[in-house]
């Protein structure tokens, strides 16, 4: 064997080498993923085994690949690629740069998977957007080990420069052979068979390609089975956001029928609806407080084992319970968004707040009259360009962020939400003082890394791995103890909101809502009534409930509603006319009896569109334009029955493609009339 090897000729023995050594590095990088990251429902080992088998393929790909041009080189210049300086130096700058952006690549892959649940894909890119780096490098930087993580950097970065450059010096000492015309062509057409075999990656007539590792549902084993580099690369060709008139005209009929449309008209495609006021009910105030990754799962209204938000639960207990409350997508800039403009936001590459076209909206915000109108954030709203969403489109509209408080700044989302909770109750209280009527977003934000949490009044404490039932604590699906104790510190927050407004007078005189923007990042768990963790909807299966003692009365709603569907339920309330130009509907309007949600969301790292109703989930891939069909009612939920009932699958799909086309062209064209 090592006489064999050492008749391989020299230059391609290096390229092989460093084959090896790239192959080896990404293998290290799936080992890390497997053994710390990897998550998944399937128990089935044949299934894993599959998955690391396409894992393995890829990384070879990769590998391949990235050691092409110096096996081009190689043959070209043979021992030549030993004597002449210039390919010495552009070997070692070009191993170097390799190495330097893989490692990097697969550290960030590591952390959006631990943030999100997903592999790295284009996307990723709005967190160096204008404005927000500083935001995102600090949040980084408060979360993550970065000064081990560039000390490891550096010392794999020197280890991986000995290595090429010191085996390099040592085939440059062997003394050359000189093949003859035969022998040499041998080897160059075996050397670039067997690196055209592996890029091929497959025994059969098509390339390995990506669909391939999604054999599951599981969105864990379908991460195992792909490389993030390839698949970052794979989806960087991304369709650019727009509308299609054409298409809202052709399902506009159906977008009619469902929304309640009073004036329908196909060629000025109105949207336009009433809902009336009521001059009988007094002007409540309005507080709509969102909870960041605050998923129904997670809390005690929907029955986690862990039962960690006891507040809530007495507020939803003497409230409304929203049971099925679905965002449009998994992004707090999204629900931002979506809750105050009244439009899912569906938009492919940047959100709708980053889209200069999309910020103009006629919203109902805006047509509260006579109220005072709060936006309140303990960071900077530059973030996501938030800030756009309501001086742009809410006359009059108070914004409050870090700068304008008393509080020192916790972390890189500014104060902490105990003094964010007491800084709007300064605000509330005031006005309720001098009895002017208010509606403001109170937007908080620890439930989110870094997981700060303070003592607050000096009731809050953590808890750690002593001090609760571990067993209950898997079941429940958190990743760790640091995200259970921040949603506590919510939890104890919500609690501390409601009590500043008791001791201040304005409870009995004020609307609460509230919500989550999405679900955070759990392990699986199955203790809902059905598998959403598994049909991808558990993402967008959001807390929401109503609390407002005096003015509404306790129950549990049972069917789904949306984000969007907030603020015309608020203007019900309140007695407030206003026009609904978008997509909402009064949430307590039970003699609606259609109700569907629009969702977008991630399964097996593909891009899903879906609606969501009481009985039926429907969804179509984005990719693949292949439907399923889910009955939530049936003894196996996760059957795709879209052949069974072909009629319902017929209905909810045209329900679906007329949701997201009329959705995509109000982003566009819901402007307000002066708008430019």
């Known amino acids: 064997m090592k006489s064999f090897w050492k008749n391989i000729p020299r230059y391609i023995r290096y390229v092989i080498v460093q084959a090896i050594f790239l192959y080896l590095f990404t293998l290290l990088f799936r080992l890390i993923f497997y053994f710390f990251f990897f998550k998944s429902t399937v128990h089935d080992n044949g299934a894993i085994a599959k998955a690391w088998n396409f894992g393995a393929r890829f990384d ?32 070692f700058v070009y191993l170097f740069i390799i190495y330097f952006v893989l490692i990097w690549l697969y550290i960030f892959d590591l952390g959006h998977y631990a943030y999100l649940g997903l592999r790295i894909e284009p996307s990723v890119m709005r967190f160096l957007s204008d404005g927000e780096r500083g935001d995102n490098a600090t949040m980084l930087w408060e979360t993550y080990p970065i000064v ?50 592996g890029m091929y990656g497959n025994v059969a007539y098509f390339p390995l390609r990506w669909s391939q590792a999604m ?124 809750v105050t403009t009244g439009v899912p936001d569906v938009t492919i590459t940047q959100t709708a707040s980053r889209h200069p076209q999309m910020v103009d909206q006629r919203v109902i ?98 808890v750690t791995e002593k001090d609760i039932d571990m067993a209950k604590f898997k079941e429940a699906g958190f990743v760790s103890i640091d995200q259970f104790n921040a949603l506590r510190y919510e939890d104890y927050n919500v609690g501390h909101l409601i009590d500043q407004a008791r001791k201040n007078g304005y409870l009995d005189n004020t609307i609460f809502i509230m919500f989550g923007d999405h679900n955070c990042s759990l392990n699986p768990y199955h203790f809902m009534p059905v598998p959403e963790y598994e049909l991808g909807s558990g993402g967008v299966h959001a807390t929401c409930f109503i609390y407002a003692p005096g003015t509404v009365r306790p129950g549990v709603i049972k069917y789904p509603v949306s984000l969007v569907d907030i603020y015309p339920t608020m203007a019900k309330l309140v007695g407030m006319p206003v026009k609904n130009y978008t997509m909402g509907r009064d949430m307590l309007d039970s003699t609606i009896t259609t109700r569907y949600t629009l969702s977008v969301y991630a399964k097996n790292l593909m891009t899903h569109m879906a609606v969501i109703g009481d009985q039926y989930q429907y969804e179509i891939n984005m990719k693949t334009g292949v439907p399923a069909l889910y009955d939530l009612k049936s003894k196996d939920p996760m059957k795709n029955v879209v052949k069974e009932l072909p009629d319902t699958a017929k209905s909810l799909d045209r329900l679906a493609r007329a949701m997201y086309e009329s959705t995509r062209y109000l982003m566009f064209n819901n402007k307000k009339p002066n708008a430019k």
């Not at 794979?234 to 159906?254: C, G, H, I």
């Open 215 to 338: 054999f599951s549902r599981d969105n864990g084993i379908t991460s195992l089975g792909l490389n993030p580099v390839l698949y970052y690369v794979s989806n960087l060709s991304v369709q650019a956001d727009t509308f299609d008139e054409k298409k809202t005209k052709e399902y506009y009929p159906t977008i009619v029928d469902y929304l309640g449309i009073d004036h329908p008209d196909v060629n000025t495609l109105n949207f336009e609806r009433e809902i009336p006021g009521s001059d009988e009910k007094k002007k409540m105030n309005v507080v709509l407080v969102m909870l960041e990754s605050t998923g129904a799962c997670i809390t005690s209204m929907y029955g986690n084992p862990m039962q960690a938000t006891p507040n809530m639960k007495a507020l939803a207990d003497s409230g409304i319970l929203f049971n099925h409350f679905y965002v449009p997508a998994i992004s707090t800039a999204r629900t931002v968004y979506g």
């Open 60 to 91: 070879l790909r990769l590998a391949l690949y990235v050691m092409a041009p110096l096996l081009i080189i190689a043959l070209i210049f043979r021992n030549a690629f030993f004597t002449k300086n210039w390919i010495r130096r552009f070997t």
């Open 148 to 197: 081990r993580v560039v000390i490891a950097v550096g010392l794999f970065m020197w280890l991986m420069r000995r290595q090429y450059k010191g085996l390099y010096h040592r085939l440059s000492k062997e003394s050359p052979v000189y093949l003859k015309a035969g022998r040499y062509t041998s080897w160059t057409v075996g050397t670039i068979l067997l690196f055209a075999a």
């Open 365 to 462: 915000m805006d047509q509260f009259k006579g109220y005072e109108k709060y936006y309140l954030l303990g960071g900077n709203t530059n973030w996501a360009n938030i800030r756009a969403v309501f001086t742009n489109n809410v006359e009059g509209v108070k914004v409050y962020e870090e700068g304008m408080y008393s509080a020192p700044k916790a972390d890189v989302w500014g104060i902490a939400d105990y003094d964010l909770v007491n800084e709007a109750d300064k605000l509330f209280k005031n006005a309720n003082d001098r009895k002017q009527p208010f509606i403001a977003f109170l937007q908080l934000a620890d439930n989110h890394p870094p997981y700060t949490t303070t003592s607050g009044g000096g009731g809050f404490k953590k």
